[in-house]
């Protein structure tokens, strides 16, 4: 049996992540993959990197895993996620640095890809918001299935026929013949309106692929960020799922 977990955009947030982890033990997957931003925003940056590290699984690497890894001035981020960013670097040591450093942009996972944000330029981070942006990764995608982050939003484009199409997220069973761009949406700063942790189970015996949201321990993640001197937002919009 092949039962995938894919996770993405962790953030730090431990309470999701471990009840994310007992979904997917429950749900019998066998193996997972992470889309990256193990860190960033929220309280636990050591504690999420660690435990993903433990699961040995194929990971690809993250805008805040590059950055919180990196000695450059983040000039262009914003204040809040700075802020962050530099709480979070203050958290990691060198070896876990060294570790978000040398993880790949994307990778071949059989019979899938994986990458944190777009495929034909993985290093520039681009945001995939619709159809006409998910189109130039079509023509970098070389096996039928792609799962991706960074927005945070689960959501599915397909192409076919030279034309991507763009639909909500929802179960369903790939066809031959076509492409789907998966996106599986935030373990740890879910931004759909919706506060539940989400991630994607791709069953390849039952051609299917299912979204799963899961309910975690939101009230010691909002403490957590508060006591640590993070910004109150970052607490707020949790809550909120925004």
């Known amino acids: 049996m092949s ?121 520039l981070w681009h945001y995939i918001v619709n159809q006409y942006d998910a189109d130039s990764n079509f023509n970098s995608q070389l096996t039928p299935i792609c799962f991706h982050g960074h927005t945070h939003i689960p959501k599915v484009f397909i192409y076919e026929g030279g034309k991507t199409t763009e639909y909500s997220a929802g179960d369903f069973s790939p066809e031959q013949g076509k492409k789907y761009f998966i996106n599986v949406g935030s373990v740890g700063q879910p931004r759909d309106n919706d506060w539940r942790a989400s991630y994607c189970i791709y069953d390849t015996d039952f051609n299917a692929i299912y979204f799963r949201r899961v309910e975690y321990d939101i009230a010691t993640a909002q403490q957590k960020i508060l006591e640590a001197g993070l910004p109150p937002i970052l607490a707020e919009r949790l809550g909120k799922g925004i």
């Open 3 to 123: 039962r995938f977990a894919i996770i993405s955009d962790i953030h730090a947030n431990l309470e999701a992540l471990d009840a994310v982890l007992f979904d997917i033990q429950a749900m019998n997957c066998n193996s997972i993959a992470c889309l990256g931003d193990v860190v960033g925003y929220n309280a636990s940056p050591v504690e999420c990197l660690e435990k993903i590290r433990s699961l040995g699984c194929q990971i690809v690497k993250g805008n805040h895993d590059e950055a919180a890894s990196s000695e450059e001035n983040p000039e262009k981020m914003n204040p809040v996620a700075y802020n962050a960013l530099m709480w979070t670097r203050s958290q990691l040591n060198e070896e876990q640095k060294i570790w978000l450093r040398k993880l790949l942009l994307r990778r071949n996972v059989p019979p899938f890809t994986i990458v944190h944000a777009t495929l034909d330029q993985p290093a």
